[in-house]
């Protein structure tokens, strides 16, 4: 930013809201100030992204949520309030953490507990990045998920503190359920 920009004129700092609808829901590893469950309407939650970096490597990837659109659609997660002062610096974890194909998108959040609404950062994963995998039968997802580990740890691990942390939430999601039980066999 430069001397001119930092003058009177310029727009105040402001705390930005963060949406975290996979592993940021359990493990957001970077400073908040709040942190409060949420939704999201018109997108839905699918283990559709390869994950090289985090929960599989590359030449075996494993499955990690992204969100597709569906108008119907509700998504639970979890945002989080970053400070004005610690935007620059948890955005820029943030783009590295998300760096396996996910980009940024503005969205309107419905805060929860208290009632509100939020624009917030989403990070989305779609299917013109190189990681994704796209739709699969679900015993396809999990026989994936079950033989892949990376760098984060066990693939499987994922999907069941994932689908722990939407239950602590009260959220229902089919899709996380149905491959968290289909693991659990």
Known sequence: ???????????????????????????PSFAFVERRP??????????????????????????????????????????YRIAAERVAEVMAHLDWREKGGYERVDAQLELLSPDGTARAVVYVATRANPNYLGPAPLEAIA????????????????????????????AEDPHVFALEALLRR
């Open 1 to 27: 930013m430069s001397a001119a920009e930092d003058g009177p004129g310029a727009p105040a700092p402001r705390d930005l809201w963060v949406f975290g609808y996979g592993s940021l829901v359990w493990r």
């Open 143 to 170: 026989a994936q998920v079950r033989r892949s580990e990376g760098p984060s740890g066990p693939n499987p691990e994922y999907v069941l503190r994932l689908a722990e942390a939407l239950r602590t939430m009260r």
């Open 38 to 79: 949420a939704r999201l309407r018109g997108w839905t939650r699918r283990f559709w992204q390869g994950s090289t970096d985090h929960r599989g490597v590359p030449g075996a990837p494993g499955r990690v949520v992204t969100l597709h659109r569906s108008a119907e659609a509700v998504c639970w997660g979890t945002a």
